[in-house]
């Protein structure tokens, strides 16, 4: 039995308070007439309304999600107060209503349907019980209330079927503005990479047809050579972002990774510090995907520190961490948000993929990356990926 999705929890939390306070205004509003004459004391009553409260708070506390039960003891309970005269039978007809209609409109299905019923019947044994059987008056009285107990959890269905055709419709939109989002930034990165490789075919371009003139030189050369580089490099790099998440996952040393990037990396002079990295950290990884990512913070790093970089490794709980730190002039809060997406770069030299690779090979090795801010003044990127372990019974040699 599960609750329409519709429905919030606020919503359900309101009907728990609203049967909590019926039944504790109740017993409270009964003690006070007991109190002033006992010609208006009623053990039963007292009784049945004790029991009903205390029902109440149980479920106002531990009752997360709607069942059928309980709104077939409102209406039991409700029967149980009525048969003693501690409210008329139009008052419980009326009562009636609302747990005819909230199990409807909460459960739906034929739960609604046996409410009804179940309401119905009780209203059926009041007659028979109290007067004995139906009279012309009582029997046109038990038909009407009958009735209106169907037309209520009839409405409640209808009521139920429109917000549930308002929630698809709402959703319909929401999915059509995030294709138009969608299909907004593909249309961006296009423009991004065309401009990207624009550029550097230009320069080819000039330094070849100045060469076909008879220019020659080592200059026009050297600039065909740094082009195709880099034309090289914004291919390669869009590739990997490209590129479908690999099913082929080992067990992966993120301490070995790090150390074997620290030793090969250019540290354009400047000093890189480790901190941990006494421990193996394993992760369960595409073992080019996890190095590609730990090279290119790395890297983004040390071409935006001033003179320092961090590096630190530790284990948290379930995770391996990382923290790629430096102390250049960090990332402005505006820009957070952006700077994993593809071509969003500050340098003017950089294709902007770097960090939307690192964010993609870490989204599929099932971890993830943020950034904030460094306490040595600049950047402090935060990478963590679900840590391994020998008896991690998930993993099949």
């Given at each position: 039995?599960?609750e329409?999705?519709?429905i919030?929890?606020?919503?359900?939390?309101?009907?728990?308070?609203?049967?909590?306070?019926?039944s504790?205004?109740?017993?409270?509003?009964l003690?006070?007439?007991?109190?002033?004459?006992?010609?208006?004391f009623?053990?039963f009553?007292l009784?049945?309304?004790?029991?009903y409260?205390v029902v109440?708070?149980?479920?106002?506390l531990?009752?997360?999600?709607?069942?059928?039960f309980?709104?077939?003891?409102?209406?039991?309970?409700l029967?149980?107060?009525?048969?003693?005269?501690?409210?008329?039978?139009t008052?419980?007809?009326?009562?009636?209503f609302f747990p005819?209609?909230f199990s409807?409109l909460?459960?739906?299905?034929?739960?609604?349907?046996?409410s009804a019923l179940?309401?119905?019947?009780?209203?059926?044994?009041?007659?028979?019980?109290?007067?004995?059987g139906?009279g012309?008056?009582?029997?046109i009285?038990?038909?009407l209330?009958?009735?209106a107990?169907?037309l209520m959890?009839l409405?409640?269905?209808k009521?139920?079927?429109?917000?549930?055709?308002?929630?698809?419709?709402?959703?319909?939109?929401?999915?059509e503005?995030e294709?138009?989002?969608?299909?907004?930034r593909l249309?961006?990165?296009?423009?991004?990479?065309?401009?990207?490789?624009?550029?550097?075919?230009?320069?080819?371009?000039g330094?070849?047809?100045?060469?076909?003139?008879?220019?020659?030189?080592?200059?026009l050369l050297?600039?065909?050579?740094?082009?195709?580089?880099?034309?090289?490099?914004?291919?390669?790099d869009f590739?990997?972002?490209a590129r479908?998440f690999?099913?082929t996952?080992v067990p992966v040393?993120?301490t070995s990774?790090?150390?074997?990037?620290?030793?090969?990396?250019?540290?354009y002079?400047k000093?890189?510090e480790?901190v941990?990295?006494?421990?193996?950290?394993?992760?369960?990884?595409?073992?080019?995907?996890?190095?590609?990512?730990v090279?290119?913070?790395?890297?983004?790093?040390?071409?935006?520190?001033?003179?320092?970089?961090r590096?630190?490794?530790m284990?948290d709980?379930d995770?391996a961490?990382?923290?790629?730190?430096?102390?250049?002039?960090?990332?402005p809060?505006?820009?957070?948000?952006?700077?994993?997406e593809?071509f969003?770069s500050?340098?003017?030299d950089g294709s902007?993929?770097?960090?939307a690779?690192?964010?993609?090979?870490?989204?599929?090795?099932?971890?993830?990356?943020?950034?904030?801010?460094?306490s040595?003044?600049?950047?402090?990127?935060?990478?963590?990926?679900?840590?391994?372990?020998?008896?991690?019974e998930?993993?099949s040699?």
């Open positions: 039995m599960s329409s999705s519709f919030s929890d606020r919503f359900y939390l309101i009907y728990r308070v609203g049967r909590l306070a019926f504790v205004g109740l017993l409270v509003l003690l006070s007439i007991s109190s002033i004459s006992k010609v208006f009623d053990k009553s009784a049945v309304l004790g029991i409260s109440s708070l149980f479920i106002f531990f009752s997360k999600r709607p069942h059928l309980e709104f077939l003891l409102d209406e039991l309970f029967f149980l107060l009525v048969l003693k005269g501690a409210f008329s039978y008052f419980f007809s009326i009562f009636l005819v209609f409807e909460f459960l739906g299905g034929y739960y609604g349907y046996l179940v309401g119905i019947f009780l209203q059926f044994l009041y007659f028979i019980v109290v007067y004995g139906f012309f008056s009582s029997l009285q038990f038909v209330n009958g009735s107990l169907v959890m409405a409640s269905k009521l139920k079927h429109r917000f549930e055709s308002q929630e698809r419709y709402i959703r319909a939109l929401e999915k503005r294709d138009a989002e969608l299909y907004k249309y961006e990165i296009s423009a991004d990479l065309a401009h990207e490789l624009k550029n550097p075919l230009a320069s080819i371009k330094a070849v047809e100045l060469m076909l003139e008879g220019k020659r030189s080592d200059r050297k600039i065909v050579k740094r082009e195709s580089e880099r034309l090289d490099s914004i291919i390669k590739l990997n972002l479908p690999s099913e996952k040393s993120l990774v790090v150390k074997d990037i620290l030793s090969s990396v250019d540290p002079g000093r890189i480790l941990g990295g006494e421990e193996e950290l394993f992760v369960l990884a595409d073992p080019r995907a996890i190095r590609s990512a090279d290119n913070l790395v890297r983004n790093a040390l071409q935006w520190s001033r003179d320092r970089v590096i630190t490794l284990a709980g995770w961490s990382l923290f790629v730190e430096d102390d250049g002039p960090g990332v809060e505006e820009e957070r948000s952006r700077i994993f593809p969003f500050k340098r003017s902007g993929l770097g960090l690779i690192v964010k993609k090979f870490v989204l599929d090795m099932g971890g993830f990356v943020i950034v904030d801010r460094s040595l003044g600049g950047a402090k990127f935060i990478m963590k990926l679900p840590l391994y372990r020998e008896e991690d998930s993993f040699t």
